[in-house]
């Protein structure tokens, strides 16, 4: 446990000289780890590929949506790499992600611990003069905006037979850019996440996992999702988790074949933003060509 203890004080170290947003929409990630962690990658079996789909807001137009595409394996018995694609829209605005990740895997008494490295390019693009503005020449939507942006992220993540856990900053260099109508990209800002999870069997066809996904900036505060998941026989599972954004979600998953699973997933907010019918939908498909043969539960 030295080697974690070691690594965990140096990203926290890191991030309390930085400062920036919390990520947007954690639970699009709860299946995706290695979009906001690298050393997650290769985790989870020798190739997976994973498609996440959320809509939210759906009763509005130009609501947010996000589409991620995930590859991740291992090369080798130490070494696992993987591809990240996200697009997420909103309005007139469009962030476009593409990231490279690497792990190296270190074999621990107990299980593996992962250190990770990201590197990625994004693209911000705000159609700002197809908006329509109350005031005439308003010069805040004149001018189109786009533009590319290099960043680069670290990682750890640890894994045993009954729990988890990981410690990422997804991005280390910061993006102090303002748009005029609205800040979609403040997601890209730097943050420190942190997941967790432990498994424990109920009775011989019963499983439970309560997990978490935090994530922290010095803008923010702390922001995050907590949850509990329940599995039958590891072919089904369901889930119920609250979001700090003072939401909730309910999830379920099936195993359709060996290699192949989906689920789907329904958000709706609590109190006040209840009457104005915030709502998500998200949608889950995942292929996993052969597994590593761990018995290392898996962090949804």
């Not at 789909?53 to 949506?65: N, S």
């Amino acid at each position: 446990m030295k080697e974690i203890t070691v690594w965990l004080i140096l990203l926290v170290c890191v991030q309390t000289s930085t400062s920036g947003q919390s990520i947007n929409a954690l639970n699009v990630y709860q299946r995706t780890q290695d979009f906001i962690n690298p050393a997650f990658c290769g985790s989870t079996g020798i190739l997976d590929i994973n498609l996440d789909y959320r809509r939210e807001w759906v009763e509005f137009q130009g609501a947010p949506t996000s589409i991620l595409l995930s590859a991740a394996g291992k090369v080798g018995n130490r070494v696992a790499m993987g591809l990240n694609l996200e697009s997420r829209t909103r309005h007139v605005e469009r962030i476009f992600n593409i990231s490279t990740n690497y792990a190296y895997l270190l074999p621990l008494s107990q299980g593996n611990l992962h250190l990770g490295l990201k590197a990625g390019l994004m693209s911000f693009a705000g159609n700002y003069s197809q908006v329509l503005s109350n005031e005439a020449g308003d010069l805040a939507f004149r001018d189109d905006v786009n533009r590319w942006q290099p960043n680069f992220g670290a990682g750890a993540f640890y894994r045993s037979n009954s729990w988890y856990a990981g410690v990422s900053i997804p991005m280390l260099l910061q993006d102090n850019t303002q748009t005029a109508y609205s800040q979609l990209e403040r997601a890209e800002q730097q943050h420190c996440t942190i997941s967790a999870g432990y498994r424990f069997m109920l009775n011989e066809l019963f499983m439970m996992q309560p997990n978490m996904l935090l994530s922290f900036s010095r803008l923010a505060g702390p922001t995050g999702i907590v949850g509990l998941s329940l599995y039958y026989q590891e072919s089904i599972w369901t889930g119920l988790s609250y979001d700090s954004d003072n939401a909730i979600n309910a999830r379920f998953h099936y195993q359709l074949s060996e290699r192949i699973s989906a689920g789907y997933g329904y958000e709706t907010a609590l109190g006040k933003l209840r009457n104005q019918s915030k709502t998500a939908h998200l949608i889950n498909v995942r292929y996993n060509i052969k597994s590593d043969g761990n018995r290392y539960p898996t962090p949804y």
